[in-house]
């Protein structure tokens, strides 16, 4: 059976998108959690594991920097997870934090919950975490340096033996491995939505936005930066997600 897809203006990708890569803007924000819902398999699923892991990682008090929050679902099952946490959440778009932040005060937990507008590495954050997320963001990132230093960023604000929870699009671009499963994720895809031309953009998108790497070329990355791999913890076709330590 098709699940219905919601068409609203954040659902909308346009050739000038795929071009200079998908702008969170108002009208994408808007649209964002339905859409990556539609989009990611496993999506709920990832966020749901990577709060458990967290939990089974770090105290009942702690403070846990989100990387990349978008509008607000890391923080939602944080703060509900772990009522003594105190969450910082850093997102380059404006638009995506202002509905985090409609959503964090409509949940009760804006008293916990600090949003910070910028990049990893050049926003300044005060003090260190007991740990930190990054689902779904660094894949964005071209590996020319900007995804070590995004890394890096992380690091420094991380103790010895803290978590890193890290999830992205992984493998090698024309490897019979990774087509495979990318070619599964549009079979997907094309079945279970209902308007073929935003499936097309949205894979357009992936295609030119996100710069996936192998497992070993991102363990070799963690390494650089200062982290560890300890395990694979979820995955959903080319999508992993590991549980990573400060060293």
């Known amino acids: ?22 702008k969170y803007d108002a009208a994408h924000a808007n649209g964002y959690d339905l859409k990556i819902r539609a989009l990611i398999p496993g999506y709920a699923l990832l966020h749901e ?7 089974e990682q770090i105290g009942e008090t702690a403070t846990v920097l989100v990387g990349g929050c978008g509008t607000g679902e890391e923080l939602s099952r944080y703060a509900a997870l772990g009522p003594g946490w ?9 638009d995506m934090l202002a509905l985090a932040e409609q959503r964090m005060v409509a949940e009760g ?19 260190s975490f007991a740990a930190a997320t990054s689902l779904l963001v660094m894949h964005f990132l071209p590996d020319d340096g900007a995804k070590l230093n995004y890394l890096r960023a992380l690091a420094t604000v991380l103790p010895t033996g803290a978590p890193l929870l ?31 031309d935003n499936v097309a953009l949205d894979f357009a998108h992936l295609a030119r936005n996100v710069h996936p790497v192998s497992a070993e070329r991102c363990a070799a ?18 999508l992993s997600a590991v549980l990573a330590r400060r060293v």
């Not at 068409?7 to 000038?16: E, I, K, L």
């Not at 937990?109 to 003090?127: D, F, H, Q, Y």
């Open 49 to 55: 594991l990577s709060a458990y892991l967290l939990a």
């Open 109 to 127: 937990i804006a008293n916990r919950v600090r949003l910070c507008c910028g990049k990893l590495g050049e926003v300044v954050l005060a003090g």
């Open 221 to 238: 990355l963690l390494d650089a930066a200062g982290f560890k791999v300890e395990q694979e913890y979820w995955r959903a076709l080319g």
């Open 86 to 94: 105190q969450l910082t959440g850093i997102d380059p778009s404006a």
């Open 166 to 196: 890290l999830a992205d699009l992984t493998g090698e671009r024309g490897s019979e491995d990774f087509d495979r499963l990318f070619r599964t994720w549009r079979r997907q895809q094309d079945a279970t939505r209902h308007n073929p």
């Open 1 to 22: 059976m098709n699940k219905p897809e919601h068409t609203s203006t954040g659902d909308q990708a346009t050739s000038r998108d795929i071009a200079g890569g998908v």
